[in-house]
T-cell receptor, first 116, second 112 residues
Framework: DAGVIQSPRHEVTEMGQEVTLRCKPI?????LFWYRQTMMRGLELLIY????????DSGMPEDRFSAKMPNASFSTLKIQPSEPRDSAVYFC??????????????FGPGTRLTVL | GDSVTQMEGPVTLSEEAFLTINCTYT??????LFWYVQYPGEGLQLLLK?????DKGSNKGFEATYRKETTSFHLEKGSVQVSDSAVYFC???????????FGTGTRLTIIP
């Protein structure tokens, strides 16, 4: 089975540009999580969805960040406009579904974002 | 709120040495506990987990026991290998709070 798929794997952009990160969760998984990893702050949960509905977006840093999940097999994280401090590795993870907190979250390989 | 405190790194050991990475947690109720591993350039992978007190999770020679009395979930391995070099994260989830709460991670380097 394919794992969580993220694209692109690497993104280099200039300050002020729009950036869109993409995620395809594991088929049959109904919970999806977006994380950001930096040296300074470690792993931070940005937002998560259950059954395509955003449940907790309290980790989204500011209005420049937005996330959507139009269907069960696709999610996007958009940054507009991007800033150098957004440079980080962004991970997507999926899990079987709501109420399954004991189940494993499966992580994608991440997107390394560099904003110049 | 829930939190995880992890042993500060980095940790450097010789091959075949005994490994312990300490992890303690603060949480109400009965959280589930996890160890994730991140190899260079990759995403996180589940290493092992335990979902109730006194459970022992084990995988690839690693073990951790869920100790509710000491709120701990220390990771151990009897004989480490160079291929174990990675960053290790302790984490928890809690009923009613589905997100993973991570520790800061411990970078482990094994030298031949």
């Amino acid at each position: 089975d394919a794992g969580v798929i993220q694209s692109p794997r690497h993104e280099v952009t200039e300050m002020g540009q729009e950036v869109t990160l993409r995620c395809k969760p594991i088929s049959g998984h109904n919970s999806l999580f977006w994380y950001r990893q930096t040296m300074m702050r470690g792993l931070e949960l940005l937002i998560y969805f259950n059954n395509n509905v955003p449940i907790d977006d309290s980790g989204m840093p500011e209005d420049r960040f937005s996330a959507k999940m139009p269907n069960a097999s696709f999610s996007t994280l958009k940054i507009q406009p991007s800033e150098p401090r957004d440079s980080a590795v962004y991970f997507c993870a999926s899990r079987t579904g709501p109420g399954a907190s004991t189940d494993t979250q499966y992580f994608g390989p991440g997107t390394r974002l560099t904003v110049l | 709120g829930d939190s995880v405190t992890q042993m500060e790194g980095p940790v450097t050991l010789s091959e075949e040495a005994f490994l312990t990475i300490n992890c303690t947690y603060t949480a109400t109720g009965y959280p589930s506990l996890f160890w994730y591993v991140q190899y260079p350039g990759e995403g996180l992978q589940l290493l092992l987990k335990a979902t109730k007190a006194d459970d022992k999770g084990s995988n690839k020679g690693f073990e951790a026991t869920y100790r509710k009395e000491t709120t701990s979930f220390h990771l151990e391995k009897g004989s480490v290998q160079v291929s174990d070099s990675a960053v290790y994260f302790c984490a928890l989830t809690n009923f009613g709070n589905e997100k993973l709460t991570f520790g800061t991670g411990t970078r482990l380097t094994i030298i031949p």
